[in-house]
């Protein structure tokens, strides 16, 4: 545990989950940078790329779980992947958490229209790439939902509330953010010890 700025303890990072998003690659961003997503930009490699910082990446991680925790039914909470690589992730956090989930094609109007009848009206919505799944944080803008977000160095930060920065392109990154997401939701909620690892 370490001392937040406002006296608060929050968890450190492990060495190795630490080990974990380096290995996944968590911290490679795109070449192109968003001018919102400079802050949280750590350098830039000789060949354009953009290199994350994993320091804020574990914070934001770590708000984003303890928003999720405070939401009272975990039903409310939405997880969305229109991505390929992204849809599993999205399916095995709904189904450790009790959130649900929206993996494949989004429908217009799934939180607008409410003759649907797949209109849902979640309290929090996950995202897994701004820019693929434009249209839900569109939605959630109109519908006064807010919206935690996995945003590579490329991604538009409009609509979205806790941008949480990392790789959101590899199949390996997004699985672990999810992991890592996830196995800390459970914990705030006290279904598995800190101390014991969390063997999914």
Not at 16 to 33: E, F, K, P, W, Y
Not at 105 to 126: H, S, V, Y
Not at 152 to 175: F, W
Request: proline letters at 6%; charged letters at 20%; hydrophobic letters at 40%.
């Amino acid at each position: 545990m370490s001392l937040a700025s406002n006296g608060e303890r929050k968890p450190a990072p492990a060495e190795n989950d630490i080990q974990s998003l380096l290995a996944c690659h968590c911290h490679i961003g795109a070449r192109n940078c968003d001018a919102g997503m400079e802050r949280y930009v750590w350098n830039r490699r000789s060949d354009g790329v953009h290199i994350l910082h994993l320091g804020r990446t574990w914070e934001k991680l770590m708000l984003a779980a303890r928003i999720i925790v405070s939401i009272e039914n975990p039903a409310d909470v939405c997880a969305v992947a229109a991505g390929t690589y992204g849809q599993r992730a999205v399916l095995k956090f709904a189904h450790h958490t009790g959130a649900q989930s929206l993996a494949g094609r989004f429908t217009p109007g799934t939180f607008t229209n409410q003759i649907q009848k797949r209109f849902i009206e979640p309290r929090l919505l996950i995202i897994t790439n701004p820019r693929m799944d434009h249209q839900p944080i569109l939605e959630a803008a109109y519908s006064n939902i807010p919206v935690i977000a996995f945003c590579d160095a490329d991604s538009p930060l409009r609509y979205i509330d806790v941008a949480i920065p990392a790789n959101n392109r590899g199949k390996h990154s997004i699985g672990l953010l999810y992991w890592l997401l996830t196995r800390e939701v459970l914990r705030l909620r006290g279904q598995i010890a800190r101390s014991s690892p969390w063997d999914v």
